[in-house]
């Protein structure tokens, strides 16, 4: 499914997220923003939209910073 | 029964109301496996104690039992009759999910109310042909027309699916929906058919009677959980499946040490003053089955500390220690049986008698296959990629 077609709160997971892709779609994230997710952020939630993965990345930058 | 026999049913605790259903389960273990048959007497015996609907709240005419009361039980049972025991697990984890997801919705919660008055037997249709035991994917859809649905759906195994009273069914949400975008919905029997695909003849676990079916069924609409099956399988069938089964597990495990244990007793009577040398081995099996316990006793826990806190119960770290306990005591069961075996020797390799541990250990065989252990570490081995192992010793 191409990203464009999604909303920033569309469910990532109606649209056919697996568990599997999520990890992988986290270790993608990790790679382009350089930086690690906390055990705390590894939860369905994290990663259930465009908006929700954009705000946890930001508060992973926040606390690095 | 009636509603004061039923309040009177209720004064004792589950666990005591258990011990006559446990004592039909033993006495007809052997005859159900050998015929592969539903065990009718047992489950008989589960109902008339009042057992079906422990785990519902009071307000919905249940109990409230705990998830450690359910597993216990499923212990005492699997000790008794593994058949039986996974038969009354597998109705536990459904209705767990009516429990967990299913108050906020007046007809599960009336539902609920019969389950615990007409103690139904609830079945599960959760694996598709096709699909095979990935529960997280369907290819089948529901197809609403006006307040009503219909679905069919090549279920590949339905245990006692011809002896539930109720199936719950997943499927996708619709015909355009992902195959992981599912709903689960409660089908009573007589809203449903059944055709018959594939008998079950299987190695162990004979009674269970998994087979499998095309399912028809047509039903209103509000019998579908207003939650997405994904949070039901991830908030409560995950965590409840592999505890109850585990139990289920660890019971089979107990009496084939305690088998194991008496046999070995009578021969040291017949040689007083010398220890038998297996009487070792016995002791390196109690290691196990302590490890096995301590397993189970702490994922209850685990999960009763994770249920308060969604965040918990959806977080990764989670999911794989529940896996965990998925493998770590499936494996468990088939080590301990086998060295039950090794201990009672021919007497144990041997069909019927008391010291036969032979049924134990085909039984525990279907511990690994049932959601296959390969899988579940395959799906594991994606998440300890990232996951950091908790390693703090207090909880």
Same mark, same amino acid.
């Given at each position: ?10 469910? *990532?997971? /109606? %649209?056919?997220?697996?568990? @599997?892709?999520?990890?992988? $779609?986290?270790?993608? *994230?990790? /790679? %382009?923003?350089?930086?690690? @997710?906390?055990?705390?952020? $590894? ?23 | ?395």
């Amino acid at each position: 499914m191409p990203a464009e077609t999604l909303s920033a709160n569309a469910d *990532l997971y /109606d %649209a056919g997220l697996t568990s @599997f892709a999520s990890v992988q $779609l986290m270790l993608g *994230l990790e /790679d %382009a923003f350089d930086v690690e @997710f906390p055990e705390h952020m $590894l939860n369905r939630k994290t990663f259930s939209s465009i908006a929700a993965i954009e705000n946890s990345i930001s508060e992973i930058m926040r606390a690095a910073a | 029964m009636s509603n004061a026999s039923a309040k009177i049913a209720h004064l004792t605790a589950p666990r005591q109301r258990l011990a006559a259903a446990l004592e039909i389960a033993r006495l007809h273990a052997d005859d159900l496996d050998r015929q592969g048959r539903f065990p009718h007497e047992a489950i008989e015996g589960l109902k008339k104690a009042r057992l079906l609907g422990v785990m519902i709240p009071a307000e919905c005419g249940g109990e409230g039992a705990s998830l450690a009361d359910v597993v216990d039980m499923c212990g005492a049972l699997g000790q008794a009759c593994a058949s039986t025991a996974m038969i009354f697990a597998m109705h536990h984890i459904k209705v767990s999910s009516l429990v967990t997801h299913g108050l906020d919705s007046l007809w599960h919660r009336a539902f609920m109310k019969r389950v615990a008055d007409e103690q139904l037997l609830v079945g599960s249709a959760t694996t598709e042909g096709g699909i095979g035991g990935d529960v997280r994917n369907s290819i089948c859809a529901i197809d609403r027309d006006g307040d009503e649905f219909t679905l069919t759906k090549a279920a590949n195994v339905i245990s006692y699916g011809l002896n539930a009273d109720a199936i719950m069914v997943t499927a996708r949400r619709n015909a355009e929906a992902a195959s992981s975008d599912q709903v689960m919905a409660v089908v009573e029997r007589n809203q449903y058919t059944l055709e018959m695909t594939i008998p079950w003849d299987t190695l162990g676990m004979r009674g269970t009677c998994s087979e499998g079916f095309l399912l028809k069924c047509k039903a209103p609409s509000n019998q579908i959980f207003p939650h997405a099956f994904a949070e039901i399988a991830a908030q409560s069938m995950l965590a409840m499946s592999h505890l109850m089964w585990a139990g289920v597990w660890f019971g089979i495990a107990a009496d084939a040490t305690t088998r194991a244990q008496n046999y070995l007793r009578a021969e040291a009577r017949k040689k007083p003053g010398s220890t038998p040398p297996a009487a070792v081995r016995l002791a390196e099996t109690f290691v196990l089955l302590q490890e096995m316990k301590s397993v189970i006793m702490t994922g209850i826990a685990g999960y009763e500390h994770a249920k308060l806190n969604e965040d918990i119960l959806s977080s990764v770290g989670f999911s794989i220690s529940m896996n965990n306990i998925k493998i770590a005591t499936s494996q468990a069961v088939s080590d301990i049986v086998r060295s039950a075996m090794m201990i009672t020797g021919i007497s144990g390799y041997r069909t019927g008698g008391k010291f036969s541990v032979s049924r134990h250990m085909r039984d525990s065989l279907s511990a690994a296959i049932m959601v296959n252990n390969d899988r579940i570490i395959a799906n594991t081995s994606n998440l300890t990629l990232v996951s950091k192992y908790d390693t703090n010793l207090v909880a």
